[in-house]
DNA sequence: CCGAAAATCATACCAACGGGTGACTGCGCA
DNA sequence: TGCGCAGTCACCCGTTGGTATGATTTTCGG
């Protein structure tokens, strides 16, 4: 700001000697003050514009605007938390698809795999959640950012 | 914009048309030239300025910034997504008590009815809702934004 | 005040779920 | 090569969940 104004002055000074010298040196007729005048005219119009464009900066508003980010698209799977309780792979998918609703004997079928395996990974999986129910174990899971 | 060049255009005439009147009316000295000079230096300057911070202040920049919000903590329950299924207040109530995966029994402790109270209205739930067991209900009313 | 919807409870039955135990097979790592 | 882990499967048994049916009471709008 305040260097701004002393390059103004400045170059006003400047200028205001220039003619001078002009004036004096080529004995320009007076009446030409027209042309002196133009040039300033311009020249310091410049400036101004330059000065105001500077000075007044861009004025930029920022606008806060929240947006409700779908927690579900913007879900990814870390496998962090995931062995942070020793939940394996294959435990996360049947948690995945019993939180899905899936029945054991759907979630058997859809993995290729016996029931009974299907329950001896839903129940390692409770045990590491330290669930009791299929409901609770989604519920934890859910909370604790395993599954969207 | 358009209108600001030719006021300003305007401007510049006007104001040599009042310092050639004032040369010839009042005979001012020649060399006064570093008077005019200034003169319009600084009319021109004020009209620069003027002129700049008109001309650019109107583009207003405004940046959106998306401030992500959890969705989890913006949800409403609104008893028109309940209605539109027929599910009444009590088996809604059933519904997130299950989805926090408490039992029939818990339940029925919880809200000081009897299991079998649960029952009947889970059983009625299951139908509205199109689902065969407790987990497939819990998944399907949350697709519906029936519950967070 | 009357009737429909909602809420409550019971009984019986069968399917699904969950715990416990034991066993077998690959696979990677020491 | 042996050990541990993940994955697979089986059996039994008790608990829980879900369906069907029927009944009573409460609530609420016309």
């Known amino acids: ?69 779908p927690a579900a698209s913007t879900f990814v799977a870390d496998p962090a938390r995931r062995e942070a309780l020793g939940i394996t792979k294959r435990e996360l998918e049947i948690l995945e698809l019993m939180a899905a609703g899936m029945s054991n004997k759907e979630i058997a079928d859809h993995i290729f795999v016996s029931e009974n395996t299907v329950k001896t990974h839903a129940s390692r999986l409770f045990d590491k959640l330290g669930a009791r129910r299929r409901t609770q174990a989604i519920s934890t899971a859910k909370s604790s950012g395993l599954i969207p």
């Open 1 to 69: 700001m305040k260097r701004h104004i002393l390059l103004y002055g400045l170059l006003a000074g400047v200028l205001i000697v220039v003619l001078r010298l002009i004036e004096y040196r080529y004995l320009i007729a007076t009446r030409s003050v027209e042309i002196y005048g133009g040039l300033i005219a311009a020249l310091f119009a410049a400036l101004g514009i330059w000065l105001g464009v500077t000075l007044t900066g861009r004025p930029e508003r920022v606008v806060i605007r929240e947006v409700s980010v």
